[in-house]
């Protein structure tokens, strides 16, 4: 049996020895309430005939799949796109009911099994992955079909049979037992570009290659083209669903796109001071002591370190707030705890918390501030946060 480990998910007012949020060292914060607004706003901004999928694929971006999907469909999303079978089974495991789109590929007995136990929805990306389904699927005697999804590469070179192979493919599976054909889509390479020749070179060819498969008399139940970054560039590539990711947890794809709608991050990732010293003039911190103090300072360790997803590569080059300002990381960041000089706050103790990424008074830190550092993109970020990091849901 296929199963998916949820992360744990908390709110503030549970009662949890293990995962109580006032006793540990760091987590992940996961405002619901903006979660709510930026699932509103997106659904606000599509046509009524356009639904909107929820891509909660790698633990929802490593805000916890399963409380970002219930919160998703209770907010107004219909779809729920996940990249494996784990991912699906954990959210049908929760009670989840909503349709579910694997956008990875999948091709053995055993995954086909599985898709088909619990209702899941196959991305189809080639002839062969077709007749594989159809013939596991025949072997275990499937009464009803299973709704499948035809992927095209329009441009991609990902996943999907080439776009000028679509009528061959469609007719393919439209033929075989056990199948009935849900959607024909395909993913956008460059849509978060200023410069959107390639993309609507990507749209033309989606567009001819369903009126190619419609000049066959075929009829299609359902067309998707955009992720986040198209669904606010262009309403054109809305057609009956929209894929949206990162727009969900509150974070534009690119810095053209802020001022078409307005969005809330969802997530902050936060930690408490450990221990405070003072160390004298001249003393290295942490590993091969790159960070000499120059002058006696307050150092404040912290209970975090890139074992939880905070980048090593950072080190020295980290901002995090405390009491609503600004204070630098220094040291190289060890596996479970970084360094802070905390100079300017002399009455600082043991237990007090630090935001290294959300909001202390006037001040912000993104996932896109850490990106810029890192020559990286802001998925990255917050993919990266481990699973020892306990998501805290807040409303």
Known sequence: MLSGKPTPNITYNQQCDTYAWFSQRAWVEIDLGALSHNIQQIVQFLSPRTQLMAVVKADAYGHGAITVAQTALQSGASWLGVATVPEGIQL?????????????????????????????????????????????????????????????????????????????????????????????????????????????????????????????????????LANSAATLTDSALHYDIVRV???????????????LIKLKPVLQLKARVTQVKTIAPGTGVSYSHQFIAHKQLRLAVVGIGYADGVPRSLSNNLQVLIRGQRVPQIGTITMDQLMLD??????????????LLGEQGNEQISADDWAEKLNTISWEILCGFKHRLPRVAVM
């Not at 159809?134 to 009803?144: A, M």
């Not at 990711?245 to 001022?259: D, E, I, K, S």
């Not at 905390?342 to 935001?355: C, H, W």
């Open 342 to 355: 905390v100079s300017a706050f002399p009455d600082l103790q043991e237990g007090e918390v630090v935001t």
């Open 92 to 224: 049908r495991e929760a009670g989840i009911n909503a349709p579910i789109l694997i956008l990875g590929a999948t091709h053995t007995p055993e995954q086909i099994h599985a898709i088909a136990q619990w209702e899941l929805q196959p991305t189809l990306c080639s002839p062969k992955q077709a007749l594989i389904f159809s013939n596991v699927l025949e072997t275990i005697q499937q009464d009803s079909p299973i709704p499948v999804h035809i992927k095209l590469d329009t441009g991609m070179s990902r996943l999907g049979t080439n776009w000028q192979q679509a009528a061959e493919f469609v007719q393919l599976v439209q033929r075989l037992p056990h199948l009935v054909i849900k959607s024909i889509y395909s993913h956008l390479a460059t849509a978060d570009s200023p410069d959107t020749t390639m993309m609507q070179e990507q749209h033309r060819r989606f567009e001819e290659a369903i009126a190619q498969i419609k000049a066959m008399g075929i009829k299609i139940p359902c067309l998707h």
């Open 245 to 259: 990711g990162l727009a969900v947890y509150g974070l534009y794809p690119a810095t053209h796109l802020q001022n």
